[in-house]
Structures are given as structure tokens and as C-alpha cells.
């Protein structure tokens, strides 16, 4: 699992030629071996010793939690690496590409597999080295982008390797897996959970340590925007918290922590949804949806509840099937328009049937429609919280509120989103854009058909197979929901609907004037209502415009300020320079 | 007294040859093709001195012999520092290295007077009184690193060539972290000395990175990266726990070959471009892919991503600092962070982006493949790094 992808994309990389069939290879052994781990894992622990390295010793473990995450990372891999395969050949200077790609999944192979926490930061910092790499590979500006990205990640990385130390010279033990989780009372048992999160909270895109991601979004292949940000980071941040709060440590011990990072959650999903609401940019709204996901999870895990954690994990799995789609649809759209701005795409989908359906799916997924998986998942995150309101947190409203806010507005940016690309009138540049080759459709057709199945079969296949036996404890039966029923019900209700627009309206059809709430037209080609003007008017509210001029001048970014300060210094020594000079 | 001047060593002693002998054939080779005209046979001559005397410094058993041959490759180090630029505009880089060595000098010969012997294998167990070991590591910082004129350094480098650099860092700079591991991990010395010695290593590491923010030369941020990683393995060594001195040795491997290759990398590319200010270059990579990669091993391997070398030894020295105390280990990662910030820059301003008009003429392949094998054995060092951490901990044991 480790080596297979290296040397194919080593080989790949050697022989340019055959770069395609290697990674291909690479990635289907990669895939099959995950398969294997996976049912493996099922039947018993499996530890492999290496060696003892200055008294730390250097081992393996596969267990159910890091098995199905391997599964959900070799399968995600394959999809973006055989979509890449038409999809790059509109990028220039590629030779790296697959090498990378491989190597990125090396490397989550390395974490997830990892036995304890310095061989799992030895993979982490790997992974730091090709992510460094990999958005080296882009559109101009693509430099700028890596140097953030290998800033504000290594800046967390080294944040969490003084959390390691202090576990490793604090407590002796550094195991992943622990017999008995430990309590969080001690305070520097306590600094070094909080230092160790940091990291993964980078990783995984939460605020404020989110701000790479809408940056390579503007520059990286949708691809790597589909492995990296929406699905691998995510997949690892959010294991590493998982085995954190529920193996390592137990979460529950620490009310003020739990609070803590369920606040975390709560802003990152209504801001970066408000920042989604205002962008001109497919990949940018993309990328902040998937930013806003990320507190779900957060607050699911922080809840420390079993249906909480248990939804956290659920929403994580979810987060990397349909934020994988979203991104590698976005990048089919993305291959005819060449563009991803808002105001040149509309009317696909006629033209891209598959494309249309797949990303429908995964936009009412990701809002939390019913029956979808988006739905279920948040579904078990609300109950979790309703939960800790039972056991006397007083803050449960708020995060409730948050969360099922920040649904609706995911709702309302994807209708933004799919009115955008798919709807409409379409510009005349997009005229000869069709379904690309089934490399590309049948990835995104393939994610779609999981987000469904996970909703519709949500006890029958996600949560008997994945997570339930991914977690230490036993998770409760939990409120009344049937997903079959209702989407039998849901599958009538559409049928009587279809029925009626076909002898009612469709027969008939009439022509009204547009009405669009009031917002103001973009003046664009042909008089197309391109919907990139739609939640404008969110820029006009007193507070909210503050807040989003502030983010979009970059004041909650962590990266400017140190930006600044540096620059602050170039100054100084810059005028000095030329006084030397001159 | 009781004077040996005989020749010996264990692992470590072995592995610090290992080290400089490995950057010295690196840097002849390199020289063989960049050192040109009427001097050049004086320079080989001197790189020679000055790297048997290196070896003479990590095999000595008597320190007024380790302290001779660290003088005699300063000689050695300042004639080839002069290859282009007048003596007189070195006089006062000769001073400096003179107050150091008067000061290091004195030290040892209070310790030696009272001790009445020179051997170091005889200084177990006994204890060393404040002044002179604080004199003594004052001496060790100031020839080492700078301490605490550290812009000393860039000014020696301003014009040295790019073997010069990769000797100094590589070799010159770590006999101070010899005579440093010979004397004090081998007597005892109060505690406050070394808390001395590890807050003044940690303020010249955190200082040096901050100063490399305001340079605008691959030499100035170089030569700061050097002074700030130097800093970084005395820090690692005066935790005087396992893995710091573990860490601290293991980086002088890490650092010695990683940064060499940065300094032969910077000559390459100040060859092919005629600047070294970072402003004026750019989009290197275009023009030199396999430069700018290897370039990219060595920076990883310097900052202590994994998987270089740099890695394990980082790691090492954050243990050891987190073990002596939170402060210590939050600033060893602020050392770190900025080593990154440093590197990156450099890295970004020379090889990324559209880059000015500059011109980059052909590099010499030779050359260039120097830095590859640099860059793969800070690679391979990285994938076998419990070869030497299984090698060293015995002998730190």
C-alpha cells in the first residue's frame, strides 16, 4: 500500500509515454490491496513491527476505523486518477502530475496506516512535500498558491509536532490505539490535544486555517482540487480528530473543549457558506462549500456523544464522495468553457445530461436533502447535539441553529451554482460542449449513484459497514427515520408532479417576464440571466458586508498577517537599500 | 601535565569524519570545475589543509590539539576566502575569529592548568567551573555562529565561492559542534551553563531566520539559514538529554550535506544568471528543472520535512527541548517555521514564477549533478535514517 503507488508513478514518471497506464496500474492494485485491508481489518487487528528507532518503535496497525477510511481513499483515488486521464490533457507541464498524485495517495496510506503518532506525522509531513509539489502544477500564479499552501500547513504541522513531543516526553506512550482512552484534565495533556488539532484541523480545511484552499482553487487542475482539499485532507484531518477525541483521548472528559471546537464548527459552516453565497467563481464557491462541510463534522465529533461522533464520521465519508463530485464535475464543465467564472458558463444540461444529473445529486447531497446521504448524515450531527442539550450544555441551541442554517444556505448556493452551469440560456462559446468520454462521466455518475445509495440504504449498507464498526462503542438506535419509505414517497410525490407539468403546463406553455426577486440582471451576452448577480444584495446588509469586505481583503487570513509583517520588514530594509544605493 | 597527542575516536568521532570527508570530496569536485586561474592550485592546497585538519580536530583526544586544528583550518578557510577579493577587506573578519579564539583559548587553558591534563578521555566525571566553560562557549558561538556579530558571517561569504560556502557550512562551522560535544559531554558543568548555552543557541537560531526575511541576496538568506541551523544543533546538544544530542549530531549530517548542496546550487545558478539578488532572478525551474528539484530535496531536508534527513534530526531536538521545558520547544518550532518561510521564499524568488529578463546561460551538467547526488543522499539518509541513529546511539548512550 505503500510502495505499489510510488514506484508505478516513479515508472510513469520515467517513462513519460506510459504515464497513463502506470498510474493506472498503480491505482488498481492500490485499490484492490485497500480492498483486501479492508476485509481484513473486519476480522481482527493487524499490527506490523518495523523496527525500534531511538527507542520509539516503528509499527503498522490496521484496524476498522483506518481500513474503511483506506477503502473510501484507494476507491476516491481512481475515480479522480481515470478522470484526470482526459481531463489533463488540457494542462500543460504535467510531467509530474501522476507522480504526484500517487505519491499523495502513498502518503494518506502511510497516516491511515500509522501506528502511532510519529510515523503517522513522518506520512503527514510527506504529504506536506507533494501537496507542495502537486499545486506547483497549475494556471499562472499556481506559486503563489503552493508557497501559501506549504506556509499555513507547515506552520500547523510544526504546531502539532510540539503536541506530539509533549505526549511522547509527557506521557511515554504515543500509541494511536490505546487500551483505555485518557481523560482530558491534565493541562498539558490538554495543550498537547489542542497542538495535535491544529494540525488536523489545517489539514481538514476548517477556520481559520482554511485559507489555502479557496487559494488553490484559483489556480490547481479540479482534479487535484477534487483529491486534495474536498476528499483526502478532509478524509485525514478529520480521522486523525477522530482518533484523537475517541481513541487517544476521550473528548467527552472536557466540556469546555467540546464546546470549543463545536463553536469552531458552527462559525466554519455559516461563514464559508456566507463567502460561497458571494463568489464568482465555480471552483471558489466549491471550495468554500466544502470548507463549510468540514464544521459538521467538527461539531458531530465535538458533541462527544456515540450519534454525534458517528454522524461526524458519516458526514466526513460524505464530504469526500460528493465534494470529490462536485469538483470533478465542475472540471468536466470546466474542460469546453475553459473558464470557471460564472458569468460564461449556463445551459449545460441539455448538452452534459450525466454531468447535470451527477451534480444535482451531489448539490442536494451536500445541502442535507432527504433522502440523500448529506441529509442522513446531518441528520445523526442534529441528533447529537439535541443530545448534549439533554445532558445540560447550554450552547446546543446555538450549534443547532448554525448547523440547520448552514444547510440552507448550502441549499441556496447550489441553486445558485446549478442555475449558473446547468440552467438557463447558455453563451454562444459553450455551443459545442458535450459529454467528454467516459472517463470523465462515469466517475462522477459513479459518485452520484453512492450518495444516493448511502441515503436510501443508509442502515443496510454506510452505517452497518463503515461506521458503526469504525467506532469503540456501541451507538444507540436513534430517531424515526425511514430513508426507503421516504423516497418511495418521494419517487410518488415527484411521478404526480412530472404528471401534472406534462398535461398541465408543458402543453401549454406561456411566457412570462423574469422575475428574479429583485436583484439586479448581470449584463451579460444575449440577455442571459447567468445568476452570478443572485445573493448580491447579501454585500448590501450592514453587518454581513463588514464581515465580507474584512474576508475579502483577507483580514481573517492567518497567512496575510504574516504576510504583512514580512513585508513590513522588506520595507524598511528596501528603503534602506536604496538610500545605500542612491 | 599529562599531554597525548595521539589520534582516536568512537562512533560519533566516525560519524563526524564520515560527514566532512563526504562535503570535502563534494567540494573539491565541485571546485575542480568552478576554480579557474593562476590561484587556483593555492585554494586546492588550502581546501586540502583544510579539511585533513577537520578530521585531525574530530580524532583528537587532547583538546589543545582540537583547538589547534580548528585554527588551522580557519587559516586555511580565510586564505580561500580571499581567492576573490582583496586580504584588506578581510583584516577585520580575522579579528573577529581571533577575539573568539582568544576567548575559547583561555577557557581551555584555565580548565587544563587546574585539571593538569590535556586528555579529553581523563576530563570524565570531573567538573569545570563556570567562567571557563562560559568562556569557552562564548568562543565555541562566536566562531561557530557568529554570536554575536552574526552579520559577520555574510559579510565573509559576500563574495566567497560557492565551495567556500559549502566548507564552511559544511565543515568549519561544525568543528565547534565537535569541541563543544568533546569538552562538555564529557565533564560536568553546571546546569545554568547549558540553559545558558541553549537559550543563547535558540535566540541566534530564532534571530538569524528573522534576519534572512530581510535579506535580498541567496547569499544573505543563506548565510543567516546557516547561522540559524548551527544554532538549532547546539540547541539540540545542550539539552544534554538523549535525544537531543541524537538529534543535534544527526542533524550536523543533515545540515552539513544539505546546505553544502544549497551553496553549490546558489554558485550555479549565480553562474548562469550573473546575480545573486533574489529580485532579478526567477522561473529557474523552466530553465534548470533538474536544479531547481534537487534545490527543492535540499530545502526540505534543511527545514526537516520528512522524508529527508532533516527530518529525524529536527525531531530529535524538539523532543530534547519539549524535555527541558515548553518555552524551549515552542521556540525550537518557531526556529523551525521560520527555517520553512526562509527556504520557501529563496526557493519561490529564484526557480518559480515568469521570473525578469535575466538571462540563464547553460549550467555545467557536472556541477548540477553534485547537487542531485546531494540532494538524493539528504533522500536516502531520510528513508535510512536508522542507520546512523542506530550507529550514533550507542556512542551517546
Known sequence: MLLIPVFTGLLGYAIGRLRNEFSFIGIVLNLYYAVRLFFRSRQDIVIYKLADVARIPVFFRLDKLSGSILLFVAATGILVILFSFRYMKNWKGTRGYYLYMLLVLSGANGVLLAGNLPVMFFFWGA????????????????????????????????????????LVIKNGWIDLAPRVPMGLYDPMMVAAFVL?????????????????????????????????PASLCGLLGIYLLIRLSVYVFNIGSNMVLQNVLMAIGAVTVVAAVMMALVQHRVMKILAFDMISQVGYVLIGIGTGTPIGIAGGLFCMLNNSVYGAGLFLSAGSVEYWSKSDEVDKLGGLARQMPVTFASFLVFALAIAGVPPLNGFFSKWMVYQGVINIGGSGNRLFPFFLVAAMLGSVLTLASFLKLTHTIFLGRGPKSLAKAREGSFTMWLPTAVLAIICIVYGVFAYQVPLPDFIYPSLP???????????????????????????????????????????????????????????????SSLKRLPVISWLLRLGAAGAFDLYNWLMKLLVRCRCVQDIKDDKRAG | MNAWFGLAGGRVELFFAVVFGFVGLMSLLYSVISIRGKRAIAYFVFLMVLVGSSLGAVFSQNLVLVFVFWEIATFAL?????????????????????????????????ILLKEKTANIGQFKGISVSLVPALLVLIGILAKSVGLPLHIWLSKRYKDAPAGVGALVSGIVGNIGVVLFFKLFLTVHVPNSLMTISAILALVLSIVAGGVAM?????????????????????????????????????????????????????????????????????????????LATATAMLGFSIIGLPPFLGFFARLGIVFGAVDEGILLGI????????????????????????????????VNWFLVGIVVLMALVSLAGGFFAFLPIRFLGPGIS
Open chain 1, 473 to 535: 462503542f456501541c451507538v444507540e438506535p436513534f430517531g424515526i427515520w425511514q430513508p426507503v419509505l421516504t423516497t418511495l414517497l418521494i419517487l410518488i410525490s415527484l411521478g404526480i408532479g412530472a404528471l401534472i407539468y406534462l398535461f398541465g403546463t408543458a402543453r401549454k406553455p406561456i411566457e412570462v417576464r423574469a422575475f428574479v426577486g429583485g436583484e439586479k440582471i448581470a449584463e451579460s451576452e444575449e440577455g442571459r440571466v447567468t445568476g452570478a448577480a443572485l445573493y
Open chain 2, 214 to 290: 530581510r535579506s535580498n541576496t541567496m547569499r544573505g538568506i543563506l548565510t543567516c539559514s546557516t547561522i540559524s541551523q548551527s544554532g538549532f544543533i547546539f540547541l539540540g546538544l545542550s539539552m544534554l538529554s538523549f535525544y537531543g544530542i541524537l538529534g543535534g549530531i544527526t542533524y550536523v549530517f543533515a545540515y552539513a550535506v544539505a546546505n553544502a548542496g544549497l551553496f553549490f546550487s546558489m554558485g550555479l545558478v549565480e553562474d548562469a544568471t550573473g546575480t545573486g539578488e533574489i529580485r532579478r532572478l526567477g522561473g529557474g525551474a523552466r530553465k534548470a528543472p533538474v
Open chain 2, 78 to 110: 580565510w586564505r580561500m576566502l580571499s581567492f576573490r577579493k582583496t586580504e584588506q577587506h578581510l583584516a577585520w573578519v580575522w579579528w573577529i575569529d581571533f577575539v573568539a579564539s582568544g576567548l575559547i583559548l583561555a577557557g581551555l587553558l584555565t
Open chain 2, 331 to 362: 521556540g525550537a518550532i518557531l526556529a523551525i517555521f521560520l527555517s520553512l518561510v526562509d527556504l520557501v521564499r529563496l526557493y519561490t524568488m529564484v526557480f518559480l514564477g515568469d521570473g525578469p529578463s535575466n538571462e540563464w546561460r547553460p
Open chain 1, 127 to 166: 504529504l506536506l512535500v507533494v501537496l507542495y509539489g502537486m499545486l506547483l502544477i497549475g494556471r499562472s500564479g499556481a506559486d503563489k498558491t503552493a508557497c501559501k499552501a506549504v506556509v499555513v500547513l507547515g506552520l500547523s504541522d510544526f504546531v502539532m509536532l510540539l503536541g506530539i513531543a509533549i
Open chain 1, 196 to 228: 495535535i488539532v491544529v494540525g488536523a484541523l489545517a489539514k481538514a480545511g476548517s477556520m481559520p486555517l482554511h485559507t489555502w484552499i479557496p487559494e488553490a482553487s484559483r489556480t490547481a487542475p479540479a482534479t487535484v482540487m477534487a483529491l486534495i
